[in-house]
């Protein structure tokens, strides 16, 4: 297939997540013959973090504004066997109406789908999202499962909404050797969000007092002049993805905490998750619903609930959390991988194209 993907950044991972999740995705159905082409806006903030300039197999197209590349998505996207609108393009209406006018089906892809329902159901604007909704898409893929699928339809019209949840290349994530200045007891990568500090306060920083004698160590952007650091934690404001395996496989074990907005839907697996897995680190998690559909509690990960499950975890022996993440690891390469997810993108693809053709927008 020949698949136009309108996006928000697949050159840049800072301060996002879409980037990572995008390049494994992207690879693997390239390495499936399919010929992708990825429309990203140009802006600064991206472009000064830039790590990724070439879409190996594939197409990536930078433009500045959207008036200057119209004329060249609109021609790949007339001949495109489908064309596909994510969440935070900044360009997402312009994009549907352009693929508006094309054959080829028409698919959108939340991959922020707890923040669009928070918004709705709070009468905030979402910017991605124009006044029809999502009802003139073919189908809608929703990066969270569970009720969250039943609310598109229902608050936004969608015909058919389906999960595509995170991946991770085991290529770009994998067990590598610990690097000195990344040690750590427990680590944490991610971008500041409001929405998790709560959660980060009583799992990740509360255990780090109790605990001075142990290290702690957070990666990620935006993380704000006032935030409670303590001595026995140390941040790196910004690593590439090349240099995530390597932060997680210095850590004895690392922490996923999930934005509110996809907690309170469950089945929001992120990508850190399986990204942490692949490299065979044991992983910590807030609870969520649905969590067992991925990954086996006591066995394949561990939950934390408050400060005292996290000191709990951190006391176990380096032998149990060995095995720990090696099962993580296993269940990770035979269920959660780019490629995995990229043949889920197919069938459903497949399976609306055979049992409706597009559907053309209301007057």
Request: net charge negative.
């Amino acid at each position: 297939m020949k698949l136009v993907i309108f996006g928000l950044s697949i050159s840049s991972s800072w301060g996002n997540g879409h980037a990572t999740l995008w390049r494994g995705l992207c690879r693997a159905l390239i390495r499936r013959g399919h010929d992708v082409h990825f429309f990203e806006r140009d802006v600064p903030y991206y472009a000064s973090h830039r790590d990724l300039v070439e879409l190996r197999g594939g197409h990536l197209h930078l433009y500045g504004e959207w008036a200057d590349v119209m004329t060249l998505a609109r021609r790949h996207a007339r001949d495109a066997d489908v064309t596909m609108v994510t969440s935070y393009c900044p360009d997402a209406l312009g994009a549907a109406d352009l693929c508006g006018d094309s054959p080829a089906l028409r698919a959108f892809y939340d991959l922020d789908t707890g923040v669009t329902l928070s918004r709705l159901t709070e009468g905030l604007p979402v910017e991605y999202i124009g006044p029809r909704g999502l009802r003139d898409y073919d189908l809608v893929f929703s990066y969270i499962g569970g009720r969250a699928l039943q609310d598109m339809q229902l608050l936004l019209g969608a015909r058919a909404c389906v999960p595509l949840y995170g991946s991770v290349d085991p290529e770009a994530h994998l067990p590598v050797p610990p690097v000195e200045r990344f040690g750590s007891d427990l680590s944490y990568l991610g971008t500041f969000a409001e929405d998790r500090q709560d959660a980060l306060e009583h799992l990740f920083l509360e255990p780090a007092r109790r605990l001075p004698e142990q290290r702690f160590r957070i990666a990620g952007a935006l993380y704000p002049a006032d935030f409670p650091w303590c001595e026995n934690v140390w941040f790196d404001s910004h690593l590439p993805p090349g240099e995530h395996s390597a932060f997680y496989c210095s850590s004895r074990m690392t922490l996923n905490v999930t934005r509110r907005g996809m907690a309170e839907n469950g089945y929001c697996p992120s990508g850190r998750l399986f990204e942490a897995a692949a490299c065979g680190v044991p992983i910590l998690t807030d609870r969520w619903d649905g969590l067992d559909t991925f990954f086996t509690a006591g066995s394949e990960i561990l939950e934390a609930r408050n400060a005292e499950d996290t000191v709990a975890a951190l006391l176990l022996s380096d032998g149990e959390l060995r095995r720990i993440g090696k099962a993580a690891r296993d269940r990770t390469l035979a269920e959660h991988t780019a490629d995995v997810r990229a043949r889920e993108l197919e069938m459903a693809l497949e399976s609306t194209r055979s049992s409706s053709a597009p559907v053309a927008a209301e007057a």
